[in-house]
């Protein structure tokens, strides 16, 4: 049960808590007596420890989502509303929950504030699970007795936050697909299918519509140069996925061309304005001060030009800049988020207008999606038709002209 590279390894465990309590989760170390070790810190007797069976793995069952954080987040403020305390309310949460990855890193918590340990200062050691913006929201939370109703905000937040982004990334997904599923099938029928009709077609002793001549030139190109395309196609994608995981600048790059984009540019320009005035607002309406809370704030924007612009805003504020001077001198923002903050800063209530002004671009993106996909679709079946339609009557023209000679 040894990883000769030093890399922690996955165990699968089962083992009883102090009260006498099965549980069953996932644990990550380097051997097997680390891990009971660990599993002995966390207040668990261990029992069964095994390396999780490959399809486990493939399937993926041990990754924590976003909703399942959200959904911890809900069930928490409820029983601490309730008056269960802290400790007791983790050990609720983590026998209830079915996903062993949550078990592990609900009882990690318990353990930890078992200890001692202030709650936000337990979350920072999960910056996977719980971001800057969550840890710096529990620990107003905790600071101003108010952790129940602080919670209750975050999974809200966070729900909203998560049904933007699936929206977003379903209209940005879905052509994609589609465009690649014709890609695909275009390829299999001039590599398999066009070369049936072109021995066909040698017996016909008479030239062939332009049409046919031409796909039949495209299928035989593919022919000779599809396994060299496959390559390249390849390497280029798993370059680009390189450059994804490993350059900042090409990510930057990236985003930037994104939000040039004719019709995706605006629903994602919108999503970044409604993640950066709601999370905001949040912070604001917690009681953190703005200064502090706009590095929270630009993680939370999705999109790093955006988060670039709201570093440079906290930049002009440090300097004595006023928000909406700092907002308008980006460039990012539209007019109206503009004045809404500084009506919001001449008021006093600047964490409800951005409230407002975060709900209004919340259905603005959602319209822009639905609106979008209603464009999308009838766009790609003509799209799709025409291709391959394409394909198939130039391979039967040839059959038609010689139907109408006999």
Known sequence: ???????????????????????????????????????????????????????????????????????????????????????????????????????????????QVEKGQPLADSLARHPQQFDALYCSLVRAGEQAGLLDGMLLNLAEHQEKTESLKKRVHSALTYPALVMLVAVVVSSLLLVMVVPQFESLFHGFGAALPPLTQAVIALSQAMQTLGPLLVIVTVALGYGLVELKRRSEPFNRGLDRALLSLPITGRVLRQAAVARFTRTLSVLMAAGVPLIEALPSVAGACGNRVYADAVHAVRRQIATGSSLQRALRQTGLFPEQVIQMVAVGEESGTLDAMLARVGEFYQVAVDNQVEALSKLVEPLIMALLGTLIGGLVLAMYLPLFKLGGVM
């Open 1 to 111: 049960m040894f990883d000769l590279s030093g890399k922690s390894v996955s165990f699968e465990w089962e083992g009883f808590d102090q009260g006498g309590h099965l549980h069953r989760g996932e644990i990550s170390a380097r051997t097997e007596m680390l891990a009971r070790a660990e599993l002995r810190r966390m207040g668990i007797r261990p029992g069964i420890l095994r390396r999780p069976s490959l399809l486990r793995q493939l399937q993926g069952q041990s990754r924590i989502r976003s909703a399942d954080i959200a959904i911890f987040s809900r069930q928490l403020a409820t029983l601490l509303g309730a008056g269960v305390p802290l400790v007791q309310a983790f050990a609720i949460i983590g026998r209830g929950h079915e996903q062993p990855a949550m078990q592990q890193l609900i009882l990690g918590l318990k353990h």
